[in-house]
């Protein structure tokens, strides 16, 4: 037995059954979601089309939680509560546009929980759909999805200035121009108000699951303060990544001041070494991304307007930075690994 157990044919024999039987649970579950928002669907179809009808208002919502209850007392979801919410789940989507079959099928696409925080957050229908579109392509989860709601996605995305329409083949151009924000949000960041490229740097990359999320999906990171060597002279990148969508590198320079038009030059610089020194025949064009605290929007189409490589220009924003005088207050590394050696040395001396 044990030399089944350890050969590597089996192993490999399991790990395949087990990526199947995962596959398999995954589409039941979807199955079974589909299935169910169906009937919501169907359900509210028929509650709103019978109050239009009749005088029963809400007081027909009472009756059948009570008698779906008592008749399927093995299945949830009958409530009140959940019998209004699926209610105005039929009335949001059809009352404010007509609604088509593959609309309500995408619809049924995503957990009952995500389309009741989309109702409940948005008012209208055409942001609701983003992210309804963004749920199904990213496989948010419901906390996700609650952040980029509660974070404006909708009204950063795709809003950065950016010289790609003119640098970039019109496919990649527009799906690079809704790769970027503006602005970033920081605000997991717990960083003082007054802090310098190297904090924010070392903050974001402390922060990296959080920030990956922030800058989006398809990011892959490479490094920070990466290095280039070009003829001999030394050249550091802030932060590179490279995006598995577009299929290309991606140079991320920060800023915590307010955008200069040689920022934009630097970053053309970085994005052509780039190119010459890591890209490959089958990569896309580097496109670089100048993350600052302020810019003047005049001023970066200026900067960027004879420039040939793909650069975009972005704010960053943080709304609970952390104050001067409590970031001083906080501890060190180096003052937490002090005391700590001091603590030993005590300890060891008695």
């Not at 199947?20 to 979807?30: C, D, F, G």
């Not at 527009?174 to 920081?186: E, G, I, R, S, V």
């Not at 040939?308 to 005088?325: A, D, F, H, M, W």
Request: aromatic share 10%; charged share 25%; with cysteine.
């Amino acid at each position: 037995m044990s030399e089944i157990i350890n050969n590597g044919e089996y192993k490999e024999l399991l790990s395949e059954i087990k990526q199947r039987v995962r596959s398999a649970q995954l589409k039941a579950a979807t199955a079974v979601n589909t299935e169910l928002l169906r009937l919501y669907w169907d359900m509210a179809a028929k509650i709103v089309d019978k109050q239009k009808d009749t005088q029963w208002g809400d007081g027909l919502l009472p009756h059948i939680s009570r008698d779906l209850c008592a008749i399927f007392p093995d299945i949830k979801g009958f409530s009140v509560r959940n019998l209004k919410y699926m209610r105005q789940w039929f009335q949001f989507w059809t009352t404010q546009k007509s609604i088509g079959q593959q609309a309500v099928a995408q619809l049924q696409q995503i957990p009952w929980g995500h389309n009741i925080l989309i109702i409940t957050k948005i008012a209208d229908v055409v942001e609701a759909e983003f992210y309804v579109q963004k749920t199904l392509q990213n496989g948010w989860s419901r906390a996700v999805l609650e952040h980029q709601i509660e974070s404006g996605l909708y009204e950063r995305q795709g809003k950065a200035l950016s010289n790609f329409a003119s640098t970039l083949p019109a496919p990649q151009s527009d799906l690079a121009k809704q790769l970027l924000k503006d602005p970033y949000c920081f605000d997991f960041l717990t960083i003082a108000e007054k802090h310098d490229e190297v904090e924010l740097e070392a903050a974001l990359v402390g922060q990296l699951t959080h920030f990956l999320l922030e800058l989006g999906s398809g990011f892959s990171y490479l490094g920070r303060q990466y290095h280039l060597e070009v003829n001999g002279d030394d050249f550091f990148i802030d932060l590179l990544f490279y995006h598995v969508r577009l299929h290309c590198y991606i140079v991320v320079e920060l800023k915590t001041g307010k955008f200069k038009p040689e920022y934009a030059g630097k970053l053309n610089f970085y994005v052509s070494a780039v190119d010459d020194l890591l890209g490959n025949v089958d990569d896309k064009p580097t496109i670089g991304i100048l993350i600052c605290k302020e810019k003047n929007n005049m001023v970066v189409e200026y900067a960027l307007r004879d420039i040939n490589k793909p650069i975009g220009v972005s704010r960053y924003v943080i709304t609970r930075e952390l104050p001067v005088e409590f970031s001083a207050a906080i501890p060190n590394r180096a003052a937490i690994e002090s005391e700590l050696a001091e603590f030993s040395s005590l300890y060891d001396e008695e």
